[in-house]
């Protein structure tokens, strides 16, 4: 697929002309159909097949505004190299490469115009059935698309801890839900348990697998430690692989000087660890400071949760320079 100048691919340059690149958005926009458009414009209609079943597939990326000065888009690359994973295992093409991807996204927010905080949500997704196609489920025969939009959005839990229960609902085995793939129609289960944690007085729920161990939060990982151990539950525990659990992992091992183990987290652990945080895009990195109306540790931040949610803070800002590679500037 042939590039512009500004490596967004060339079916865009109609959109464009009519918006020149980094001029201030006079309503939020989105990249729809192959264009970018006022927000109110990219709509769907309701005989959308992922609105019907489910086949969608999604990302959140965070955009931090520098220390230096301008706006970063923090591991974009990974991002949407998952999301390309995510989408083989739905059949779903979006069109475009890992590159191609991360250009019309900083594209995106050079036309929005903002230098705050934003979060990003790439949607790939399954849109009608193909001419000659029986209806019914399916993954072939049906189009594809995809739509990004982007929003202001600044750290929005809290430094202090946040409340979470042990959620009745289970988290999918990988037999039943391609669970390592953000697919839009999995996360019913997400909802059902924010909103069980919600009605019990609490800000998240933690999900068990069907082996009664420890898998993950609604959105988000979870780490504990144990007698000055970092633990984490492994990947065969039914969760997401968090592009933010992997920057814990290295930011504890490289600047902490704390290794994580990877193992099975059981539920009685969990209760009588001295710190337990998640990990994740929208959350960064929070403490936990209950559970099931049991406190964690002396019930505040621990020490090594406080550590890390600041050197994740400074990482995402370009604080640190060997992790550089990380961040792709909207001049990149």
Same mark, same amino acid.
């Given at each position: ?104 996204? @900083?594209? &995106?927010?050079? #036309?929005?115009? /903002?230098?705050?905080? $934003? ?7 399954? +849109? ?95 780490? @504990?430690? &144990?007698?000055? #151990?970092?633990? /984490?539950?492994?990947? $065969? ?7 933010? +659990? ?87």
């Amino acid at each position: 697929m042939t590039v512009t100048q500004d490596g967004v691919p060339a079916r865009d340059t109609k959109a464009q002309q009519a918006t020149p690149a980094g001029s201030p958005a006079v309503s939020p926009l989105a990249y729809h159909d192959g264009e970018f458009v006022p927000l109110e414009r990219a709509l769907l209609p309701v005989t959308t097949q992922a609105l019907q079943y489910g086949t969608g597939v999604f990302e959140g990326i965070r955009a931090y505004a520098q220390r230096g000065g301008g706006l970063a888009v923090f591991r974009a690359e990974d991002h949407y190299r998952r999301l390309l994973r995510s989408c083989r295992t739905l059949r779903i093409d979006p069109g475009h490469t890992v590159e191609e991807l991360c250009a019309l996204t @900083a594209e &995106l927010l050079r #036309r929005i115009g /903002t230098q705050e905080d $934003t979060y990003i949500r790439p949607l790939a997704y399954k +849109r009608a059935l193909l001419p000659g196609q029986k209806p019914g489920v399916g993954l072939t025969g049906v189009s594809d698309a995809l739509s990004v939009n982007a929003f202001r959005m600044g750290s929005y839990t809290d430094p202090a801890g946040i409340r979470c229960t042990i959620s009745s609902w289970r988290r999918p085995s990988s037999d039943a839900l391609p669970v390592r793939a953000k697919v839009t129609g999995g996360y019913v289960n997400n909802a059902l348990a924010v909103d069980e944690a919600r009605a019990a007085g609490c800000e998240d729920a933690i999900l068990l697998n069907s082996r009664g161990q420890v898998a993950e939060a609604s959105t988000s990982n979870v780490f @504990a430690v &144990l007698r000055g #151990r970092l633990v /984490t539950p492994p990947v $065969t525990a039914d969760l997401l692989e968090g592009i933010t +659990r992997d920057t814990a992992v290295t930011l504890a091992a490289d600047l902490l000087d704390t290794p994580t183990d990877f193992r099975d987290l059981g539920r009685d652990e969990l209760m009588g660890a001295d710190e337990v945080f998640l990990t994740g895009t929208g959350t960064e990195i929070v403490p936990v400071t209950e559970i099931a109306g049991r406190p964690v540790g002396e019930g505040v931040p621990g020490p090594l949760s406080t550590a890390l949610r600041g050197a994740y803070q400074d990482v995402v800002r370009g604080g640190e320079p060997r992790y550089a590679h990380w961040l792709h500037p909207l001049n990149a």
